[in-house]
């Protein structure tokens, strides 16, 4: 026997007749007797007062005065003659305050004075009934036939169906709208509508047929010592089935157990999975076996016992003490709902306790759910864990480490069940003592940690919550002033939980943190790395210090990076990542696990700190920016520091990097450099030229056609960006070397005549002057909304036409620019220049036209030339005439120079032959152009013709007025009225109308444009 559920007591003795039914109505019983009577008993008053003969307080049933007593019951009434033959079985209806008794027929008698209500002749010779009391539906079997009666609500029933069944019924009942019926050897579910049978399983060899109704419309079948539950269909349910000890004669339900009445005794078993035994009663000859309100009634031969439940607090009590903690917490839920407070009491208690017997037991997972269940603090389950450090805001009472064993008897008893209620006779192995030696004993096994990972997850999310919560609203009181200190020191206190030099006052963010610290540990303990990582990424209360020392002596570097990233620490983060890429190069080939740690990292780290930090970010960038730059140029770029700051602190703390930052910089956003940092990065590319041109000429190893890398930099700097300052880079090239930059730099002064005669005379690359001619072209033509000037390529053919003299003036020019650089010699236009000469060689040629020297070059400091003067080149150096690069000029850039003015520039010795590659396209498009204007004016001549016609016609357009003709305007007639006819010939009106109607227009439209 686990424990008593029913205390059993002997309510009558000695019957004179053997009895053959029971019932109980109220405090009453009622015996149906071998001879046909009806005997009533009721509780014997006169040697017990009315407060000693009640039965306890059951907890199952609020006891009332109508229940049966644990007193001596005497005969008070004796129906003698009852029924002509014994009573099979009787029931007392009590929603109708009838009584049903079954003998030679089916009868029905009103209670308390047994009146006839009515008696069934159809069902003489039935022997077994059921009654549906929702519905008021009485079936019974007689012979081979199922009669359904309903209670009519008076006096009388009415006949519902009869159907035909194979074989007599030997057990039958109701189940929902459906019977079960027990024939021969097997269970058959009739429908109550038409009768149709459906077979569920065969019964037992050894036990007829048995059929019990559970409360919840189910049924629980007999099968020899096995009760089967199936469902109002008769399909099995995954209940399962109860064994008995034998095969049971009756079976009553009154929850939370299961009542059989078994041959030698009474068998009582409980009702969850898997149906264990509870108590055993030895009865012998017990024949009939009822339920009442408040207790179980069994009838002898010539007795009857009544069974009374022992109190739930006093069978929790007897269950705890056994061990039996499952069937304790299931009692627990039957504890009646206005003791809520003491029901949650006792669950934790018994939660707690069979934690800790599963926990002894190895049980970990199964223990951490009911220490979950008892709502126990954290720390209380973390002291079984003596291993794991907890922070120092933790520290947990002594009194706290140990169980409270201490339970009020008078609580858990809810009566007097004769049982103690002092809880010292529990097992001594959870005293303190033995407790605190097996907490030493155990070991920090994987099955432990990982149980304590599932208890702390699950209560994470509440007691995150509540922390979240705390800190919120002390931002918020923050906010409105509430608090005198600064917003900034509530936000570190969270920021810097568990370091030891802030200490946090919240009881919420003390358990976080306390969870959070425990379960880091216990993750990293399981070799559970990945979802470690994971805690740190979300919100959390790690304590630092403690999470630090452990990370760090189990190498978990990704993860101790987190927890200094969660807790702004981003210095330290940085220095330990960059600590562990220095590691990682220089034990590659050992295979060594930091190497996964690379430049990048810290690049990836610095990225979302570059708003909020930029300094930082420029620290610790100058470590990887020479092994990674471009990736560091465009964590600059992409975290929109400013490019002045970023250059200033490389200038000061890597300025061999500079460079590399402003020209990848150019490249990644040409636009968003500023002037200076331009200016400023071709003064160091210049810089570094000037230094390997100086190296190079005390050598005497200079070659103007030599170009370094950094070189072709500064050229492509000079020629592509617009930012820098040309005149204070042309004072520090020198004279007699880099002509090609200073070419570039005279260009962005418009210095054009200069920057040719270098590509000419000192570089000797005519392609590289032809190319310059082509841009200047192209930029004016933009600048001046496509009128073109071919002015530069005049210039073009005047270097190569007169050598000597252009050499000469570029060495004067560029001697005062250098030592004199004035503003109005910077602002010298080539356009202004070239259209000077221009003007002046065509004055010249139209003054000694017809003479025999046709040459004339245009120069910028010369009013004019005579014949002498053209012709002293060609007698003195003709040879010097670059007359190729003329021709070619002029053959590949024929449409953008003009005709005239290049014929009139050109030596008299030049052959009209060689400027047919000149004059060809030339004339042809002339000529083309001619033709289409001819085209244009014949068109134009054509159209006015034609506009002249239709105004002819409109003028001889007539309107006849007729006496019928009316104004549109004032819809009055026209008559002899002047008139006037709109456009479309067909609207005439007034004149006087028309002229009003435009001066209202003209009014109307001044108004608007006021209110405008």
């Keep these: 026997m686990v424990h008593s559920a029913y205390d059993s007591f002997e309510l009558l003795t000695d019957c004179p007749t053997k009895i053959e039914a029971v019932e109980s109505y109220g405090t009453k019983l009622l015996l149906g007797c071998l001879d046909g009577s009806l005997r009533i008993y009721g509780p014997d008053t006169s040697g017990s007062s009315p407060s000693s003969d009640r039965s306890p307080p059951s907890d199952f049933h609020a006891p009332t005065s109508s229940d049966l007593r644990r007193a001596p019951y005497v005969l008070e009434r004796n129906v003698v003659g009852f029924s002509k033959k014994p009573l099979i079985s009787m029931e007392v209806l009590d929603s109708r305050e009838l009584l049903l008794s079954l003998s030679e027929s089916i009868s029905f008698h009103r209670l308390p004075n047994l009146e006839t209500v009515a008696m069934l002749t159809k069902a003489k010779g039935a022997n077994v009934y059921s009654w549906d009391d929702r519905r008021g539906f009485l079936c019974f079997a007689r012979q081979k036939k199922v009669c359904i009666f309903r209670h009519d609500g008076g006096r009388g029933f009415v006949e ?443 690049i990836e780290y610095l990225k979302p700190l570059c708003g909020t930090d930029p300094m930082l970010v420029l620290e610790f960038a100058m470590l990887v920016l020479e092994s990674c730059p471009t990736q560091t140029i465009e964590l600059f770029l992409s975290g929109n520091i400013q490019a002045d700051l970023v250059n200033s602190y490389l200038k000061k703390h890597a300025p061999n990097m500079q460079a590399t930052y402003l020209e990848l910089m150019l490249a990644m956003n040409e636009t968003g450099i500023s002037g200076n940092l331009q200016n400023e990065m071709v003064q160091i590319y210049l810089s570094e030229i000037l230094d390997w041109y100086a190296e190079l000429s005390a050598q005497k190893k200079w070659d103007e056609k030599t170009y370094t890398p950094t070189r072709k930099k500064l050229l492509s700097a000079l020629d592509s960006i617009s930012g820098y300052s040309p005149e204070a880079l042309v004072k520090r090239l020198p004279l007699d070397a880099l002509y090609e930059e200073r070419a570039i730099l005279l260009g962005k002064m418009n210095q054009h005549e200069l920057a040719l005669s270098l590509y000419v005379h000192k570089l000797h690359v005519p392609d590289l002057a032809l190319s310059y001619c082509d841009r200047v072209y192209e930029n004016t033509l933009l600048q001046q909304a496509g009128k073109s000037s071919g002015n530069i390529y005049l210039s073009l053919l005047q270097i190569y036409l007169n050598p000597r003299k252009t050499t000469k003036n570029f060495e004067k020019r560029i001697s005062n620019l250098v030592s004199y650089p004035s503003n109005n010699l910077s602002k010298v236009s080539s356009g202004s220049s070239v259209k000077a000469k221009v003007s002046r060689a065509i004055k010249k040629i139209a003054a000694i036209e017809g003479a025999e020297d046709m040459k004339m070059i245009a120069s910028g400091t010369d009013s004019g030339r005579s014949d002498g003067d053209g012709d002293e080149p060609c007698e003195e150096g003709g040879s010097n005439i670059m007359l190729d690069e003329v021709l070619d000029l002029l053959s590949k850039r024929w449409d953008r120079i003009n005709g005239a003015q290049a014929l009139r520039l050109l030596p008299k010795e030049t052959k009209l032959q060689n400027l047919l590659p000149f004059l060809g396209p030339l004339v042809r498009k002339s000529s083309e152009a001619y033709r289409n204007y001819s085209v244009i004016k014949s068109l134009r001549q054509s159209e006015n013709l034609q506009v002249k016609d239709e105004l002819y016609s409109q003028r001889t357009a007539v309107v006849k007025i007729t006496s019928d003709s009316m104004c549109s305007l004032c819809n009055k007639k026209i008559g002899t009225s002047v008139f006037a006819v709109y456009p479309n010939g067909k609207t005439i009106v007034h004149f006087v109308c028309f002229k009003d109607s435009q001066s209202m227009k003209a009014v109307a439209k001044t108004s608007t444009l006021r209110k405008r």
């Design 160 to 602: 519902v169906k009869e159907f035909g069944v194979p074989d007599t019924v030997k057990s039958m009942s109701w189940c929902g709208e459906n019977i079960c019926l027990g024939i021969r050897r097997e269970y058959t579910i009739m429908n109550s509508s038409n009768g149709a049978l459906a077979e569920v399983f065969p019964c037992g060899r050894l036990a007829p047929p048995l059929v019990i109704s559970l409360p919840t419309s189910e049924l629980i079948l007999g099968k020899d010592n096995i009760g089967v539950f199936v469902d109002q269909t008769g399909k099995l349910l995954p209940e399962g089935r109860i064994c008995w000890s034998e095969a049971p004669q009756e079976v009553i339900i009154q929850k939370p157990y299961a009542i059989g009445l078994l041959p030698r005794y009474l068998e009582i078993r409980s009702l969850r999975v898997p149906y264990p035994l509870i108590q055993t009663v030895v009865l012998r000859n017990a024949r009939h076996l009822i339920q009442s309100n408040s207790a179980i009634v069994v009838a002898l031969d010539n007795s009857v016992f009544g069974f009374f439940p022992v109190p739930l607090g006093a069978q929790i009590v007897q269950l705890t003490a056994s061990g039996n903690f499952e069937e304790a917490l299931a009692l627990c839920k039957l504890l009646p709902p206005e003791d809520s407070n003491l029901r949650a009491a006792k669950e934790a208690s018994i939660h707690m306790r069979y934690a800790h017997c599963l926990f002894e037991n190895g049980s970990y997972e199964e223990a951490m759910e009911h220490f979950l269940a008892s709502q126990v603090d954290i720390t209380y389950v973390l002291s079984l864990y003596p291993s794991i450090i907890l922070p120092k805001t933790a520290a947990i009472p002594e009194h706290e480490k140990s169980v409270d064993m201490s339970w009020d008897g008078a609580h858990l008893s809810r009566g007097s069940s004769g049982l103690s209620d002092d809880m010292e006779s529990l097992p001594t192995h959870l005293q303190e003592s033995e407790e605190n030696e097996a907490l030493e004993s155990i070991k920090m096994n994987h099955n432990t940690l990982m149980a304590l990972i599932k208890f702390l997850q699950k209560k994470r999310s509440s007691i995150i919550e509540k922390a979240a919560a705390e800190g919120t609203e002390e931002i918020v009181l923050d906010a409105v002033g509430d608090n005198f200190g600064p917003h900034d020191s509530s936000r570190f206190k969270r920021l810097n939980k568990g370091r030891g030099s802030t200490p946090i006052s919240s009881g919420a963010r003390d358990m976080a943190a306390i969870l959070d610290t425990t379960l880091l540990q216990a993750l990293l303990l399981t070799g559970q790395s990945s979802t470690a990582l994971e805690l740190l990424k979300g919100l959390n209360y790690c304590d630092v210090k403690i999470s630090e020392e452990i990370l760090q002596k189990r190498n978990q570097y990704a993860t101790l990076l987190e927890l200094y990233k969660c807790n702004l620490m981003h210095r330290e983060a940085l220095k330990m990542l960059h600590q562990l890429v220095e590691e990682s190069k220089s034990n590659q080939s050992h295979g060594d696990p930091t190497k996964k740690f690379k430049p990048e990292s810290i």
